[in-house]
């Protein structure tokens, strides 16, 4: 039985040193074992690494002679552990099993939102096979205001209810904390296309708002599309009677107006970051062309789909041309973006604030309620509530270390 074959898993930790992993590596290649599974992690200065060998008998013990001495010079400690053949199958025929993605995103995440957050994973029957962080280093100033925080979490298991997770992850997050669960399949891992709300989304104002004022109707106007973003009364309805209040406004303000939109945190870093790895962009809103495009110019989005305001004399007349741009619409353009592009929906992402943004929202292979109303909050599976629009990086599992 000299040449049995034997299932060796070497645990490898200590101060990280340059060239460690292949002076150990260099030893299992002289001795020919087959290498099943290899993993590093590393925090701080320090290194952890895990490897799964297959080897024979004859071979196993100069292996781990040979591995011990070189651990001890280079002055880390190494284990090794045998591995039966069928314990290696059962752990081969779990890797079948469905993975997803959670992530924990807010201006800091702290030990009491992680062991809230595994303590469910845990209570669901999952797995949990690794952790990154994907924010930068952390300054040890924890009161910075400026500070983002986002540790993802890859699990796998079979979820018998994924909705009961959605649900439990989605009472834990709140003003200080963002949760994401993410099915870990093909189409997370190639997202394509983008779609954004415009007002409350990408600018911090509903411009139908400013332009009321400016028209001297403020007030008026602005309980109306607050009562329609929650879902209250019919968008159609409320936007034609909306629009007729802006009647006679000189179109000189828009300009004004869209001179002065204040901008949501990270956007910009946002549009750089995905023009930069090739996402198509766009904007679907129910609020104006005219400022979809200023912002469309200004950020360098794809498209922009919105609602056009009737202009006579250099004034506005109180009517609008074409189809509104509601929530079904949206979603409808959502759809029709990904045919044109030859993208999968599921490849697609959607975030809004608004009650008019949930179709699309939930048509989307992800679907992100920003700083949103209530009721969307409730409805949608995600949601960034603590950060600005560039938290989105981090729910597409983008790391601050790789894109900056
Ligand atoms: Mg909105």
Not at 101 to 108: M, S
Not at 261 to 287: H, N, Q
Request: hydrophobic share 40%; net charge neutral.
């Amino acid at each position: 039985m000299k040449n049995k074959v034997e299932i060796i898993q070497i645990n490898i930790s200590g101060e990280d040193k340059p060239g460690l992993t292949s002076s150990l590596t260099h030893i299992l290649a002289q001795y020919d074992a087959f290498i099943l599974d290899i993993g590093q992690a590393n925090i701080h200065s320090s290194l952890t690494m895990g490897i799964l060998i297959k080897t024979t008998a004859d071979k196993s013990g100069f292996i781990m002679k040979d591995l011990l001495f070189k651990a001890s010079e280079l002055g880390v400690m190494i284990r090794f552990t045998p591995v039966a053949e069928d314990k290696y199958d059962a752990w081969v025929k779990r890797q079948g099993r469905n993975r997803y993605i959670v992530t924990l995103l807010g201006r800091k995440v702290t030990a009491q939102n992680i062991a809230s957050v595994t303590q469910a994973i845990y209570e669901e029957g999952l797995n949990i096979d690794s952790i990154r962080r994907l924010t930068g280093r952390m300054p040890l100033n924890e009161d910075d205001r400026a500070q983002k925080s986002c540790i993802e979490l890859s699990v796998r298991g079979n979820l018998e209810d994924r909705g009961l997770l959605q649900k439990k992850l989605m009472n834990m997050s709140g003003s200080r904390l963002d949760i994401s669960l993410q099915k870990d399949d093909i189409y997370r891992r190639s997202r394509r296309l983008i779609c954004f709300d415009m007002d409350s989304t990408l600018i911090e104002t509903e411009v139908i708002d400013e332009l009321a004022k400016r028209a001297g109707v403020g007030e008026k106007v602005a309980e109306i599309t607050e009562r329609a973003m929650r879902g209250e009364i019919d968008f159609c309805e409320s936007f034609t009677e909306r629009v007729a209040l802006l009647k006679g406004l000189d179109v000189s303000v828009m300009e004004d107006i869209a001179r002065n939109l204040p901008i949501t945190e990270g956007l910009e870093r946002l549009m750089t970051i995905l023009k930069r790895v090739g996402y198509k962009t766009a904007i679907l809103s129910g609020g104006f062309t005219y400022f979809g495009n200023y912002l469309k110019q200004r950020f360098g989005f794809d498209y922009v789909y919105a609602n056009e305001l009737e202009v006579e004399d250099g004034k506005l007349t109180g009517r609008y041309v074409g189809e509104v741009v509601d929530g079904r619409r949206k979603a409808e353009l959502l759809r029709l973006l990904c045919q044109f592009e030859n993208i999968d929906i599921a490849q697609s992402v959607a975030v809004g604030d608004g009650a008019n943004d949930l179709p699309m929202l939930n048509l989307a292979g992800l679907g992100i309620a920003f700083h949103a109303k209530p009721k969307v909050k409730a409805t949608a599976e995600q949601s960034i509530s603590t950060i600005g629009l560039d938290g989105i990086l981090y729910f597409l599992g983008l790391k601050d270390s790789r894109i900056e």
